[in-house]
Nanobody, 119 residues
């Protein structure tokens, strides 16, 4: 099993920055994709950014140029640096990870951390 614990959310003014962290723990060898999703009230959960174990990156168009995802494979931690935050970035941010075991993909989610962008 894999447990994901997020931290770093909070209230920030428009134009401000936040850094989210997600630490993975449990009995596993390695994780494949680690990612950040978000869900705003009344909206579907959407991908913000993802990073593979080899460092391949993918960003949602809405955050390109403003957010940077990175990971430390030795520590099993993924980060999301968010800059120039906008009110529309307000959402619960969820950490996601997956791994493959004998041809089966296992998906894991964190409990979420609230990010509120407001003056």
């Amino acid at each position: 099993q894999v447990q994901l614990v997020e931290s770093g959310g909070g209230l920030v003014q428009p134009g401000g920055s936040l850094r989210l962290s997600c630490a993975a723990s449990g009995n596993f060898f390695s994780l494949n994709i680690m990612a950040w999703y978000r869900q705003a009230p009344g909206k579907q959960r959407e991908l913000v950014a993802e990073i593979t174990s080899t460092g391949i990156l993918n960003y949602a168009d809405s955050v390109k140029g403003r957010c940077t995802i990175s990971r430390d494979n030795a520590k099993n931690v993924v980060y999301l640096q968010m800059n120039t935050l906008k009110p529309e970035d307000t959402a619960v941010y969820y950490c996601y990870a997956n791994r493959w075991v004998l041809g089966t993909k296992y998906n894991y989610w964190g409990q979420g951390t609230q990010v509120t962008v407001s003056s």
